[in-house]
């Protein structure tokens, strides 16, 4: 079992940056796929970025370039730099976590809310 616990959301103007943490516990982290995800009030949760056990990242198209994810194995801890903020970019955002040979994200945080006023 994975236990996830999100946290760095809050309330930014557009333009701005925050950065999103995800600590991890319950086996070993430098195993496992991370990914972000978001899910804005009256919509469908959907995919941002995603890093492997290998360090390999992939994005969303909306957020790439202004989004940047990473891990830190030692701290069991994955990040989700967030720059260039837009108004849009307004929803709860999710850590979730999968075994490195599954597509199915398994494991989920309660959620960080993200909030960009324009």
């Known amino acids: 079992q994975v236990h996830l616990v999100e946290s760095g959301g809050g309330l930014v103007q557009a333009g701005g940056s925050l950065r999103l943490s995800c600590a991890a516990s319950?086996?070993?982290?430098?195993?496992?796929?991370q990914g972000w995800f978001r899910q804005a009030s009256g919509k469908e949760r959907e995919f941002v970025a995603g890093?492997?056990?290998?360090?390999?990242?992939t994005y969303a198209d909306s957020v790439k370039g202004r989004f940047t994810i990473s891990r830190d194995n030692a701290k069991n801890t994955v990040y989700l730099q967030m720059n260039s903020l837009k108004p849009e970019d307004t929803a709860v955002y999710y850590c979730a976590a999968r075994e490195a040979l599954v597509t199915t994200y398994k494991y989920w945080g309660q959620g960080t809310r993200v909030t960009v006023s324009s």
């Open positions: 319950g086996r070993t982290f430098s195993s496992l796929n």
């Open positions: 890093i492997t056990w290998i360090d390999g990242s």
